[in-house]
Every structure is written in C-alpha cells, then in structure tokens.
C-alpha cells in the first residue's frame, strides 16, 4: 500500500501548447536516442568492409540490435496502431539497459493507452537509476503504481514538477532531455488521470 499523496496535482486545459514546438521537441529526443548508436554502427560497419575486421562485425550485428531494440521501445512508448508487445520484451531498449530489470508481473492492464503511459514513466524514471536497480509497475487499466528501487532511486525533478504545475509542463515540452516526463504527464491527461508523486521512489496514476 502506497502511502497518501504529498498533494494532488491540478489539471488544467494546455492552451498554450505549440504543437509544432512539441513534434520538434520530440524529434530532437528521438535524434539524440538513436544518433549515438547509429553513429557507431556506421563506424564499425566501414571498418569491417575496409579492413575485412571479423572483431568489427561482431559488433556491429550488437550495435543493430541495440538500435533496433531502441526503435521497437520508442514506437512502443510514443507511436500509435500495432500491436503493443509485452513490456519486459523492451528492456534492451532502455538507456542502461544492461543495469535495469523491469518488474511488470503485477501489471494487469490491457488498455494500450494506459501501458503507453507506463512506458513513458518507466522512461522517465531510467535516467534516475544512475547505479541501476528495477523499476516496478502495477496496478490496471483504472490506475497504476510505480516503484524505483536503486543506490540514489530519486524521480527525477523535472517530472515532479510536470506533474502538478501546467507552467513546469509546457517547459518540459520544449526540452528534449524532458520528453519522457512531459509526455508521460500529457498521456495522463489524455486519459483524465493525475500523476501523484507520494516519495522519492514511489508514484501512482489514478
């Protein structure tokens, strides 16, 4: 049982909302996602064709499929239509995957809006796992709880404050490093749901 809220965020309608500003922030996130595996799968790609490099190869077939694996979790997360895999399936495209277990065994939910929404907070809290740990979720289509569990697990300030001040979001919405928090709290939205953030590792949706 988690414990009462600290407070209850206000929602209030994002009039103010360029939808241009948010598709570019977006592109700029998705660029800076994929551009460092990208750029080292060319790399690795042209030197196995100049110098015939058996050690090259090898891993450039890792680098495509960690960037493959970092596409099928940003559609998942953020794209629409097609089937929704299985959450855990996309652990490898995490940032930090190798530190991070995804705990959704609790998790009963069948809306795909309300498990995009899971995937964006468990973006989110990714970057707050600095030393690794698990992030947990639970809870059905009517309501989620998350959990972080990790040497320094904090939510990362950025979604503290999006989640409860409309100011802090359209902030958030203008800086790609921010994206997953900001988007996390607009799908919140979209389905009529607050994001309370009740401790430093644990957050619900309802």
């Known amino acids: 049982m988690l414990p009462g809220p600290v407070s209850r965020p206000h929602r209030a309608p994002l009039a103010a909302l360029d939808p241009d500003m948010l598709a570019g922030t977006l592109c700029a996130r998705l660029c800076h996602d994929l551009a460092g595996?990208?750029?080292a799968l060319t790399g690795t790609l042209e030197m196995a064709a100049e110098e015939n490099d058996r050690e090259a190869l090898t891993l450039?077939?890792?680098l495509?499929?960690?960037l493959t694996a970092k596409l099928r979790l940003l559609r998942a997360a953020w794209g629409t239509g097609g089937d929704l895999p299985a959450l855990d399936s996309l652990q490898a495209g995490f940032p930090g995957a190798e530190r991070l277990h995804l705990d959704t065994t609790q998790l009963t939910a069948t809306d795909d809006q309300v498990r995009r929404l899971a995937l964006s907070l468990m973006l989110a809290a990714?970057?707050?796992l600095p030393r690794g740990g698990v992030i947990r979720v639970s809870g059905g289509n009517q309501g989620l709880a998350m959990e972080i569990e990790g040497p320094r697990a904090a939510w990362?300030?950025?979604l503290r404050n999006c989640a409860g001040n409309e100011a802090a979001l359209l902030e958030a919405c203008e800086a790609p490093r921010a994206m997953a928090a900001a988007?996390?709290?607009l799908q919140a939205r979209a389905l009529g749901r607050d994001i309370v953030i009740h401790h430093d590792t644990h957050l619900s949706i309802a």
């Open 37 to 39: 595996s990208l750029g």
């Open 60 to 62: 450039s077939v890792a």
């Open 64 to 66: 495509a499929h960690e």
């Open 126 to 128: 990714a970057p707050a």
């Open 156 to 158: 990362p300030v950025v």
């Open 183 to 185: 988007l996390a709290c």
